[in-house]
Structures are given as structure tokens and as C-alpha cells.
Nanobody
Framework: QVQVVESGGGLVQPGGSLRLSCTAS????????MRWYRQAPGKQRELVAH???????NYADSVKGRFTISRDNAKNTVYLQMNSLKPEDTAVYYC?????????WGQGTQVTVSS
């Protein structure tokens, strides 16, 4: 069983930045595709960003140009750099690790954008 743990959430003012981190307890982290999802109150969980095991990235239209996903395989960690944050970015952010049928989720970290 792979443990996935997110960190880095918090309260930030509109226009501010946060960096989320996600670590996975596996010796084969490099084979996993990693994704960040978020879920706002009363809304469905949505995919925010994806990075393949080969480093190909994709973003939701709502965060393009503001968020950057990256990975450090040596540290078993994926990051989500979030800039120019907006109140509508407020949500619980979840990290997901996926490799074929293996599919692991973290507990989530709260991001609140408010003045």
C-alpha cells in the first residue's frame, strides 16, 4: 500500500502564492503518473494538473498560466506551485498517484484564498 501525503495548504490573500507538496511512499515513484485534484464545497472534485511519468504536463483551463506542476523523483515528491490565487481557487486539494490499476489518494490539504 502506497501512502500519499499532501502538505503546504493554508490561508492566503487573493493574488498570493502557495506551494503544495505531495510525497508517496514507494520505491518506484518514477513510474507513477501524478495528479492534483481539488474539491470546493458543494462541487464535484475536478482535475487541476497532471504530470506523467515522462514529465508531460497538462492543466485545467482555469489554472493555466497560474499553476505549475513538477516532480522530483529522487524525493518521491510532486509539487503544485500556485500563483495569482483567486477566491475561486479555495478548495481541498488532493494528490493522486496512478500506475495501471494502482490508484492512491492522499487525505487532502485545505487551500483558502480570502482577504
Amino acid at each position: 500500500q502506497v501512502q500519499v501525503v499532501e502538505s503546504g495548504g493554508g490561508l492566503v490573500q487573493p493574488g498570493g502564492s502557495l506551494r503544495l507538496s505531495c510525497t508517496a511512499s514507494t520505491t518506484i515513484f518514477g513510474v507513477y503518473a501524478m495528479r492534483w485534484y481539488r474539491q470546493a464545497p458543494g462541487k464535484q472534485r475536478e482535475l487541476v494538473a497532471h504530470i506523467s511519468n515522462g514529465g508531460i504536463v497538462n492543466y485545467a483551463d482555469s489554472v493555466k498560466g497560474r499553476f505549475t506542476i513538477s516532480r522530483d523523483n529522487a524525493k518521491n515528491t510532486v509539487y503544485l506551485q500556485m500563483n495569482s490565487l483567486k477566491p475561486e481557487d479555495t478548495a481541498v486539494y488532493y494528490c493522486n498517484a496512478r500506475y495501471y490499476v494502482d490508484d492512491y489518494w492522499g487525505q487532502g490539504t485545505q487551500v483558502t484564498v480570502s482577504s
